[in-house]
Structure formats: C-alpha cells, structure tokens
Antibody, heavy 117, light 107 residues
Framework: QVQLQESGPGLVKPSGTLSLTCAVS?????????WSWVRQPPGKGLEWIGQ???????NYNPSLKSRVTVSVDKSKNQFSLRLSSVTAADTAVYYC??????????WGQGTLVTVSS | DLQMTQSPSSLSASVGDRVSITCRAS??????VNWYQQKPGKAPKLLIY???SLQSGVPSRFSGSGSGTDFTLTISSLQPEDFATYYC?????????FGQGTKVEIK
C-alpha cells in the first residue's frame, strides 16, 4: 500500500517561498506514475497545482506556472513543491497525491500552510 | 481550462435515501471523470474512476454513470458514514480541474 507524507513549514511570510516535500513509502517513485500536488484553501474546493514524472518531466497549472516548481529526488523516494512570491491567497492545505490511471488514487494527509507576517 | 459544474452544491438526506449528484463538463471529456469523497479534516478518497468504475474497497452502493459532458454519482442507500463532501474531477486534459463540491448533510 502506497503511503505519502507531506512535510514543511506551516507558516510562510508574504512574498516568501513555500517549500514542501512529499515522502513516498510502500512503493517506488520510479514506478509508472506521475506525482502531483493539490491544494485546498480553508472552506473551499480543490485546485491542482502540478505534477512530475520520475524522469523530471513536469507540467503545471497555468494559473500558477510562473511561481511553481515541482522536483523529484529518486535517491530519497520523494518529490517537492516550491511556490514563490506567496500571498495570503496561497494559504491552504497542501496535499501530495499519486496519479494512478488518470486519477488521484493515493493521497497524503495534507499539511496546512499559512501565509502571514 | 475545462470547467466542471456540480449540482447541487449541498443537499440534505436521510439514512437509506437514494442520492444523486451531477457534474457537467464545459466540453466533451468522454469518460474521463473521477469522483472523490472528502470528510472534514481528511484527504479526498477516490470512489469512482473513468466515470463508472468502482475503486477497490469502495462499497457497491456507490455508482457512477455518464459520458461526454454529463455525469452522475449515485449512492443507492445513504449510510451514516456517507455524510461528506463529494467532488468530481476531469482527467481529460491538464490542468486537471475539480467541481466545486457537493456537501451531503443529514436531514
């Protein structure tokens, strides 16, 4: 059973950079899957941020593309998210998820990131 | 971006009721729709993929139907543990997008 676990600071200052890591266990990040980030502002719906394949290929939501980087570390079986120039609008629960057959079949528990000075 | 519009945004129902939630895509997405259940403070859980396929371990009272632009999630007999928010999601083209959610509450 694949398990994912997000980690990173829970508080980021405005104009700073949000950095999160997702550790994958029970499976290999080099499997034939993409690995995604999804976020959910408090009390609101879900927004896909971007995804990466183990060869480094990535694609992003155009609404965030200029500020987002997703990367993979095969040696640690994990992938990461960086979101720059954050504002209060980036306050959300951030989830990492595995992309199965065109669906998000395994999810991390989520981590709340608050943007505030 | 492909827009996914869910209806209703919320509903009240009783245990044992049959409940249906609909999702309309802004263009044809064939059968590239998934449905998720989310409970407060928890990550979404995949229920249905490819419009009508039941994810392993999900009770058979959940079913999905539709193709093209119109899709439906049905719960045949609502159970206490089914009170949650449900989201549709299109996987036809990136950016993957979700419906706004339907909250199922106890009547």
């Amino acid at each position: 059973q694949v398990q994912l676990q997000e980690s990173g600071p829970g508080l980021v200052k405005p104009s700073g950079t949000l950095s999160l890591t997702c550790a994958v266990s029970g499976g290999s990040i080099t499997s034939n899957n993409w690995w995604s980030w999804v976020r959910q502002p408090p009390g609101k719906g879900l927004e896909w941020i971007g995804q990466i394949y183990h060869n480094g290929g990535a694609n992003y939501n155009p609404s965030l593309k200029s500020r987002v980087t997703v990367s993979v570390d095969k040696s640690k079986n994990q992938f990461s998210l960086r979101l720059s120039s954050v504002t209060a609008a980036d306050t959300a629960v951030y989830y990492c998820a595995r992309v199965g057959h065109w669906n998000f079949d395994f999810w991390g528990q989520g981590t709340l990131v608050t943007v505030s000075s | 971006d492909l827009q996914m519009t869910q209806s209703p945004s919320s509903l009240s129902a009783s245990v044992g009721d049959r409940v249906s939630i609909t999702c309309r895509a802004s263009q044809s997405i064939r059968s590239y729709v998934n449905w998720y259940q989310q409970k407060p403070g928890k990550a979404p859980k995949l229920l249905i993929y490819a419009a009508s396929s039941l994810q392993s371990g999900v009770p058979s009272r959940f079913s999905g139907s539709g193709s093209g632009t119109d899709f439906t999630l049905t719960i045949s007999s609502l159970q206490p543990e089914d009170f949650a928010t449900y989201y549709c999601q299109q996987s036809y083209s990136t950016p993957w997008t979700f419906g706004q959610g339907t909250k199922v509450e106890i009547k």
